[in-house]
């Protein structure tokens, strides 16, 4: 979903290559597309996607952006057959397997899903994109163990990590009762990102498991006030 403006670049680069009506009018139309795209309006970039791809069927990168932009719509039904119509005009795109692969994810397809970032990785073993969604996808079927080697991988060659997988990282580390090692990675969660509610709650649903009832109290108490009700249910609970 990256990198919108260099894809509007490449479209109209490979416009050139197989344009049955003028250039200059695909585009247009691809330009005004990512201006809509970028002020939200979302139906309005998929009319112009559209048009551009009726008046020329062989542009992949159009194909890829409207895959994103029926993603964002959440028709991820609609955007994994653009990602496969994309992936037809180039077998060896890498973000077009992870797209397609997390579409599937979120219609539960978590096995297709994987079997789309297994193709990216092979495709480019360096993708650390891929691993994370990978793991993702391998927590979802409680492969627990999976999920945390592709956390490993992904943070190992991505210096300054997601916040976001430090924090599932955190949770996979506590469905395998590593409380430690998951107060750990939400601390570093917390530190990239001081308001991230979930790592609070996390936390101190951690912290309480190796007895610190009062520093799992506390996080429970700024995750309420960041918007996680649940949070105070434990607080009642555990400070009588």
């Known amino acids: 979903m990256k990198n919108f403006l260099l894809n509007i670049v490449i479209i109209i680069i490979s416009i050139s290559l197989f344009s049955s009506c003028?250039?200059?009018?695909?585009?247009t139309?691809?330009?005004?597309?990512?201006?809509?795209?970028?002020?939200?309006?979302?139906?309005?970039?998929?009319?112009?996607?559209?048009?551009?791809?009726?008046?020329?069927?062989?542009?992949?990168?159009?194909?890829?952006?409207?895959?994103?932009?029926?993603?964002v719509l959440k028709d991820y039904t609609g955007a994994i057959q653009d990602y496969t119509k994309a992936l037809e005009l180039n077998p060896h795109s890498i973000i077009e397997y992870c797209d397609r692969g997390n579409a599937k994810r979120k219609l539960g397809d978590?096995?297709?899903?994987?079997?789309?970032?297994?193709?990216?990785?092979?495709?480019?073993?360096?993708?650390?994109?891929?691993?994370?969604?990978?793991?993702?996808?391998?927590?979802?079927?409680?492969?627990?163990?999976?999920?945390?080697?592709?956390?490993?991988k992904e943070k190992e060659m991505n210096s300054t990590g997601y916040i976001t997988t430090y924090s599932y990282m955190g949770r996979i580390h506590l469905k395998l009762k590593d409380y430690l090692a998951a107060i750990h990675d939400f601390d570093l969660a917390i530190d990239m990102k001081p308001g991230d509610d979930s790592?609070?709650?996390?936390?101190?649903?951690?912290?309480?498991?190796?007895?610190?009832?009062t520093g799992a109290c506390a996080d429970w108490t700024i995750a309420a006030n960041l918007g996680i009700t649940k949070a105070r249910d434990y607080i009642k609970q555990y400070s009588n």
């Open 199 to 213: 790592s609070y709650y996390y936390r101190g649903n951690s912290k309480i498991q190796i007895g610190d009832k």
């Open 110 to 152: 978590y096995s297709g899903a994987i079997m789309d970032y297994n193709k990216s990785i092979e495709v480019y073993p360096y993708y650390t994109e891929a691993y994370y969604n990978r793991g993702v996808a391998k927590d979802s079927l409680k492969d627990f163990q999976g999920a945390k080697k592709d956390y490993d």
């Open 29 to 71: 139309l691809i330009n005004e597309s990512n201006i809509k795209y970028h002020h939200n309006d979302y139906n309005g970039a998929l009319s112009d996607l559209n048009k551009a791809l009726v008046s020329n069927p062989k542009i992949f990168w159009a194909y890829h952006v409207r895959g994103n932009v029926k993603y």
């Open 22 to 27: 003028k250039k200059e009018d695909i585009a």
